[in-house]
């Protein structure tokens, strides 16, 4: 399925190198936020020579190169004093109270709590500098509105509401510890830990943290691996890019050395993992144009309903469930996957032929006839998936006319979700199209996707 990776490459880079020569920027270091924020982090031994905050056309707020970076150079070494963890929300006036409080917090609540907090304190906050350049909304999908949820891929869309809940279940049973900390609160502890409060500081959490191991405590339950890093946060996502980033226990700062290096004025990127848009979306909020590792998940849901008419299919989705081949099944610009192809496959068999089942997952073809019912199977998903994906940027285009902001921020990332997921299908199908076109041995008609029995 990598046959035609060198030329999605060449491809990527001349749309890359396009990109970058009408990509527009504006310096924001004269801003009085961040002003402010460099002169916070100044005081605490950091100082930056090699980047400056800047607004681009295309990404948004990021990082810019004062100079060119070379590969191998350090981009940012920022000291312990500047993170904000766990350790330091205990040693500050929380500290206290976390501290006395059964059953224990969790580390990321613990985080969260702080961070609305400090929000209300205003400039009275130690970390105001930094609270006071933080996004006020976010386009994570557990910020989502319901009519913006429902336009999601099913997939995405349940992995959202679970997120949506665990931070309802976050807020909900927690409110006894909320009310403890009325000491400190100048307004009433029901109007500041509200659920919108608290979701906007877990979204700042899980969007802008980096992994940061810290030893275990008394005081807080389960693992702690969270730092917010300011300034270091304003780093953008590329997958193409490379860096080495973590914290070095001998300088006491949480470092990024470049691996592939940044021309000047460019922007500097980071890398988050090999991330598909789907995971961007869910984690970050955003959606990476031309990500090559994108893909698009087949729900089991539409799998049975494509396959309907086979009366032993609630069977073979038991053994396919049982033996762990139900997740991750996908298809990308190249085809379907493996892990798809093989539940297909084995999905094709008559009771005559279960037998057969270990040469499947080995790879092994069963027959001509069986290889062609799992490739149209795998064809009538993606037309399945792409008509799902039209309806739904149909449905964008509409409520995009009606919609104030935020909702329009939050129908424009599923936009482009939807229109990369609508040209992955595309070229899938063609790819498809192209295989069976190919094949010598084709039987004559179109087999009937339901008739396996």
Same mark, same amino acid.
């Given at each position: 399925?990598?046959?035609?990776?060198?030329?999605?490459?060449?491809?990527?880079?001349?749309?890359?190198?396009?990109?970058?020569?009408?990509?527009?920027?504006?310096?924001?270091?004269?801003?009085?936020?961040?002003?402010?924020?460099?002169? @916070?982090?100044?005081?605490?031994?950091?100082?930056?020579?090699?980047?400056?905050?800047?607004?681009?056309?295309?990404?948004?707020?990021?990082?810019?190169?004062?100079?060119?970076?070379?590969?191998?150079?350090?981009?940012?070494?920022?000291? !312990?004093?500047?993170?904000?963890?766990?350790?330091?929300?205990?040693?500050?006036?929380?500290?206290?109270?976390?501290?006395?409080?059964?059953?224990?917090?969790?580390?990321?609540?613990?985080?969260?709590?702080?961070?609305?907090?400090?929000?209300?304190?205003? !400039?009275?906050?130690?970390?105001?500098?930094?609270?006071?350049?933080?996004?006020?909304?976010?386009?994570?999908?557990?910020?989502?509105?319901?009519?913006?949820?429902?336009?999601?891929?099913?997939?995405?869309?349940?992995?959202?509401?679970?997120?949506?809940?665990?931070?309802?279940?976050?807020?909900?049973?927690?409110?006894?510890? @909320?009310?403890?900390?009325?000491?400190?609160?100048?307004?009433?502890? !029901?109007?500041?830990?509200?659920?919108?409060?608290?979701?906007?500081?877990?979204?700042?959490?899980?969007?802008?943290?980096?992994?940061?191991?810290?030893?275990?405590?008394?005081?807080?339950?389960?693992?702690?691996?969270?730092?917010?890093?300011?300034?270091?946060?304003?780093?953008?996502?590329?997958?193409?890019?490379?860096?080495?980033?973590?914290?070095?226990?001998?300088?006491?700062?949480?470092?990024?050395?470049?691996?592939?290096?940044?021309?000047?004025?460019?922007?500097? @990127?980071?890398?988050?993992?090999?991330?598909?848009?789907?995971?961007?979306?869910?984690?970050?909020?955003?959606?990476?144009?031309?990500?090559?590792?994108?893909?698009?998940?087949?729900?089991?849901?539409?799998?049975?309903?494509?396959?309907?008419?086979?009366?032993?299919?609630?069977?073979?989705?038991?053994?396919?469930?049982?033996?762990?081949?139900?997740?991750?099944?996908?298809?990308?610009?190249?085809?379907?996957?493996?892990?798809?192809?093989?539940?297909?496959?084995?999905?094709?068999?008559?009771?005559?032929?279960?037998?057969?089942?270990?040469?499947?997952?080995?790879?092994?073809?069963?027959?001509?006839?069986?290889?062609?019912?799992?490739?149209?199977?795998?064809?009538?998903?993606?037309?399945?998936?792409?008509?799902?994906?039209?309806?739904?940027?149909?449905?964008?285009?509409?409520?995009?006319?009606?919609?104030?902001?935020?909702?329009?921020?939050?129908?424009?990332?599923?936009?482009?979700?939807?229109?990369? !997921?609508?040209?992955?299908?595309?070229?899938?199908?063609?790819?498809?199209?192209?295989?069976?076109?190919?094949?010598?041995?084709?039987?004559?008609?179109?087999?009937?996707?339901?008739?396996?029995?």
């Amino acid at each position: 399925m990598r046959g035609h990776s060198h030329r999605a490459g060449r491809t990527a880079r001349k749309r890359r190198q396009k990109n970058e020569s009408t990509v527009r920027s504006v310096s924001l270091c004269h801003q009085p936020q961040f002003v402010n924020l460099l002169k @916070f982090l100044h005081q605490r031994g950091f100082c930056s020579a090699l980047l400056q905050p800047a607004l681009f056309s295309d990404t948004g707020r990021g990082l810019q190169a004062l100079q060119t970076i070379k590969p191998g150079q350090l981009v940012i070494s920022l000291p !312990e004093s500047c993170l904000l963890t766990t350790s330091a929300v205990l040693d500050g006036y929380l500290g206290r109270y976390i501290k006395s409080w059964k059953p224990r917090l969790s580390p990321l609540l613990a985080l969260c709590v702080f961070l609305v907090c400090e929000r209300h304190r205003g !400039e009275a906050s130690d970390w105001f500098p930094y609270i006071d350049v933080l996004p006020t909304a976010y386009t994570c999908p557990a910020c989502f509105s319901d009519d913006v949820m429902a336009l999601l891929p099913t997939s995405v869309q349940r992995r959202a509401l679970e997120q949506r809940e665990a931070v309802k279940e976050m807020h909900s049973s927690n409110l006894e510890f @909320f009310r403890s900390l009325q000491p400190i609160l100048s307004q009433p502890a !029901e109007d500041v830990l509200t659920y919108e409060a608290l979701r906007w500081a877990w979204c700042s959490v899980n969007t802008r943290s980096v992994f940061m191991s810290h030893p275990s405590n008394n005081f807080l339950s389960g693992p702690d691996n969270y730092a917010l890093a300011p300034f270091l946060d304003l780093l953008n996502h590329r997958p193409d890019v490379q860096v080495k980033a973590g914290f070095n226990d001998v300088t006491r700062c949480y470092e990024i050395r470049s691996v592939s290096g940044t021309l000047r004025y460019q922007q500097a @990127f980071i890398n988050y993992g090999s991330h598909d848009n789907q995971r961007l979306l869910l984690e970050y909020g955003f959606v990476a144009p031309a990500n090559p590792h994108s893909v698009v998940y087949v729900d089991t849901d539409l799998l049975c309903d494509v396959l309907r008419g086979d009366r032993s299919l609630a069977q073979k989705i038991k053994f396919l469930r049982e033996n762990e081949f139900l997740h991750n099944l996908t298809v990308s610009s190249e085809g379907p996957s493996w892990r798809l192809m093989t539940a297909l496959r084995l999905l094709s068999l008559p009771q005559t032929l279960y037998h057969q089942w270990k040469a499947v997952l080995l790879g092994q073809l069963v027959c001509e006839e069986r290889e062609q019912w799992s490739v149209w199977a795998a064809k009538t998903l993606c037309q399945r998936l792409l008509q799902d994906t039209c309806r739904a940027l149909d449905k964008v285009s509409r409520l995009l006319q009606q919609s104030e902001q935020p909702v329009r921020e939050q129908l424009d990332v599923v936009k482009s979700l939807r229109q990369e !997921e609508r040209c992955i299908l595309g070229s899938c199908l063609e790819a498809l199209e192209d295989s069976l076109r190919h094949n010598d041995n084709l039987l004559l008609g179109h087999p009937d996707v339901g008739a396996v029995s």
